[in-house]
């Protein structure tokens, strides 16, 4: 094959063109591959193309082959095969996991005029390989219709691919406003194409209470219910307006499996000890005060939290994570640790005891007592808890990750004291931030400005630290909160493209990037999502 080497998608720029020349041969891959060779000619995928199997990868075979099928009507046989079969005319996916040269979510794509030949050592590999060679064929795949006549060519190619960053994450926030099973499905599809792997599913707040507890009914039947919601323009002021809902356990195990095909961890989060609210309104002995309480109808943070002086609410906080353990095989489950108000444990006898009992100096260390306890908990299941930054004040529990929000300081001091941490600060990562300085048009928004090209800056390692402490930053995650974001129209107006920018951030290295190659490639994205139905916001002049 003749190729010209491209490494890190820095590509010798067409003469006098001012645009990539890997454009030219209509590869607009994002996020940006480690290294590509580009040939001259392309291999057309045929109604007999036949699709090989090599190892346990079938479910691969078939999902590629599903993706064709819809826009081309063609039903692509999958059959098992091996590596001898090296017939022209396929697409061969070959899993190997005795490949130590390919990592976990590596994979090494080749095609030429024999076919496509897709090589990994784990089956993730493999699907972010489909995922690649999805963006190879033209944008009229995506129709959930057969197109006349489409033209399935795949520009002669060779890739080797791997991601930067372990933890690719999105978050979404169902406690302010819940989103229907089949958006949450869309929104984990989303992830997949651009190679993102967690999702951070942000289920309990004060403002609602969003999964079904069976040894706590009261939980969904008065903490998923509040009499009201802020107005967008006044929040001060309510609707009147009653507003609900919550997934079941059935829900959530159909959402997690469908997530798992797709290779996307859903990571949970259940508040405490703080934005516990809707949790006090349904057992109001969990509280200092012992009520009652009300679901709130306002955003912000609410001075009610979580009695840290109770055993009570311990084991209450255990039977649900139990429950929750069930439900999320994640290695992680986020226990969130911020806004956590001091005031009525100040005032809380039992809380002074506590304090007393376990010679702890301040409220911040009771908070650090609390999650360190619930850790214990956590990780006798085998699990890890992660929460935000603040977990660090008082003193950070022994085993805990960190998502850094309040900018980049608490993931510095994290990895300082050799934790994991993610980075998610609110300057780059919050994606319900405003996206144009002039907000005339715009649906109402939390926060500050924050443009693709600001998410697409971000660099997640920040420079203060070591080679060895660096070592300690395990990824980067954007933060979808709800509390203006009524609709999955809106979630995904304020998610896209940014979410796709901060993709490439999570998996590309930071030599191998370029906003102008990125917002070139984008154009092509755009239109993909123009045939799958995503609400995104087009992008500033364009």
Known sequence: MKARTITGCIFLLALLSGHWSWLHAGIDIIPCPSQVQVG?????????????????????????????????????????AD?????ANRIMLHLDSSRSDIGREAYHLLVDSKGVMLTASTNAGLFYGLQT????????????????????????????????????????????????????????????????????????????????????PLLTAIGSQRSESPLSATP????????????????????????????????????????????????????????????????????????????QTFTFLEDVLAEVLELFPSPVIHIGGDECPKDSWKKCPQCQQRMKDNALADEHALQSYFITRIEKYLNSQGRQIIGWDEILEGGLAPNAM?????????GIAAARQEHSVVMSPTSHCYLDYCQARDRTGEPPCWGGYLPLEQ???????????????????????????????????????M?????????EVAWSKPEHKSLARFLDSLKMQLKRLDMIGVNYRKPEGK
């Open 40 to 80: 001259d000619g392309c291999f057309s995928v045929a109604s007999d193309t036949a699709i090989l199997v090599c190892g346990p990868c079938q479910e691969q075979g078939r999902y590629f082959a599903d993706m064709l099928r819809s826009a081309s009507g063609y039903e692509l046989a999958v059959t098992a």
């Open 236 to 311: 001060d002021k309510g609707d009147s307006i009653p507003y609900g809902g919550y997934y079941t356990q059935k829900e959530i195990q159909e959402i997690v499996a469908y997530a798992g095909s797709r290779f996307i961890t859903v990571v949970p989060e259940i508040e405490m000890p703080g934005h516990a609210v809707a949790a006090l309104a349904a057992y109001p002995e969990l509280g200092c005060t012992g009520g009652p309480y009300k679901v709130w109808t306002r955003w912000g943070v609410n001075s009610e939290v979580f009695c840290a002086g109770k055993d």
């Open 83 to 87: 590596m001898d079969q090296a017939a």
């Open 133 to 216: 060679l999805r963006q190879l064929l033209p944008p009229e795949i995506e129709s959930d219709k057969p197109i006349a006549g489409i033209k399935l060519d795949i520009p002669y190619i060779t890739i080797a691919d791997s991601p930067r960053f372990a933890w690719r994450g999105l978050h979404l926030d169902v406690s302010r406003h819940i989103f229907p099973v089949e958006f949450i499905k869309k929104y984990i599809d989303l992830m997949a194409r651009y190679k993102l792997n967690t999702f951070h599913w942000h289920l309990t707040d004060d403002q609602g209470w969003r999964i079904e507890i069976k040894k706590y």
């Open 455 to 493: 998410v697409y800056s971000y660099e997640p390692v920040p420079q203060e630290l070591t080679s060895e402490q660096a070592r300690w930053i395990i990824g980067v995650q954007g933060n979808l909160w709800t509390e203006f974001i009524a609709t999955p129209a809106q979630a995904e107006y």
């Open 402 to 410: 960190v998502m850094s929000w309040r900018g980049i300081a608490g």
């Open 495 to 503: 998610a896209y493209p940014r979410a796709i920018a901060l993709a």
